[in-house]
């Protein structure tokens, strides 16, 4: 027996709880501390505990930062490794600083392969391939639009036929491009690449109406459920885990 647990032992429980509540409130033990927007990187990490995923694998298209509203960076603390893309330089240099475990690719992602205008604003984290998003985001006082530039992008089934190690499956999918969501999921090889669980961004889904959204309807085709709906983040689960 451990010494923690004989001691454990000889504690009554509600001496027990009151030990670990005066613990909690000098330690913060009651602080959940997350990296993303709503909450998504601690609902995913939950998930993947009690999945019995441990030291997975995450493509994150769309990355943004390595930190910053990042749905994987509390997986990478835990072990995790990964595909981090987007088509933002700044972007993949800051990631090959600060992930050099994972494969940190400089690409956008498309239906198909071809060049296409990518939206570049003040904040990255808005930065699009979509026009109607870049509109929205130009009508807006708190952020620019500092350059449009033409970009090349490539279907994601391509870039993980290239990319995507021989001894990895992909446990989670991270897709957050503004507006740009459907051309990815439409571009994934969805007969070889089955991710466990998704998290993708849809800024207009009504729980109320969720069969009026087009990404809930192309994954509900696949074979997913959804487990949560935060702020504007789906996070879907294959269905039979």
């Not at 429980?13 to 601690?42: A, C, H, M, T, W």
């Not at 493509?59 to 835990?78: E, I, M, W």
């Not at 998704?198 to 487990?227: P, V």
């Amino acid at each position: 027996m451990k010494i923690k647990d004989f001691v454990l032992a000889l504690v009554s429980p509600n001496l027990r709880f009151r030990i670990v509540n005066f613990k909690n409130s000098i330690y913060g033990g009651y602080k959940k501390f997350y990296f993303s927007q709503n909450g998504e990187d601690v609902v995913a990490a939950t998930l993947f505990d009690d999945l019995k995923i441990k030291n997975g694998f995450y493509v994150d298209v769309g990355a943004h930062h390595p930190q910053r509203y990042s749905n994987t960076n509390l997986l990478f603390l835990k072990g995790w490794s990964g595909i981090n893309i987007d088509p933002n330089p700044e972007t993949i240099r800051l990631f090959n600083s600060a992930r050099k475990r994972d494969i940190n690719l400089n690409v956008g992602v498309a239906e198909n392969k071809s060049e296409i205008t990518y939206y570049n604003f003040s904040d990255p984290a808005v930065n699009t391939f979509s026009a109607q998003a870049a509109k929205k985001y130009e009508d807006k006082k708190w952020i620019s639009l500092i350059s449009k530039t033409l970009v090349s992008v490539t279907p994601l089934r391509e870039i993980l036929a290239q990319h995507l190690p021989t001894n990895k499956t992909v446990d989670l999918l991270n897709i957050d491009v503004e507006g740009f969501d459907m051309e990815v999921l439409r571009s994934n090889d969805w007969e070889n690449i089955k991710p466990c669980v998704i998290i993708i961004e849809d800024h207009l889904f009504d729980i109320k109406k969720s069969e009026n959204s087009e990404i809930y309807s192309f994954l509900l085709q696949r074979g997913y459920r959804l487990h949560v709906y935060l702020g504007f983040s789906l996070i879907f689960v294959r269905g039979g885990i």
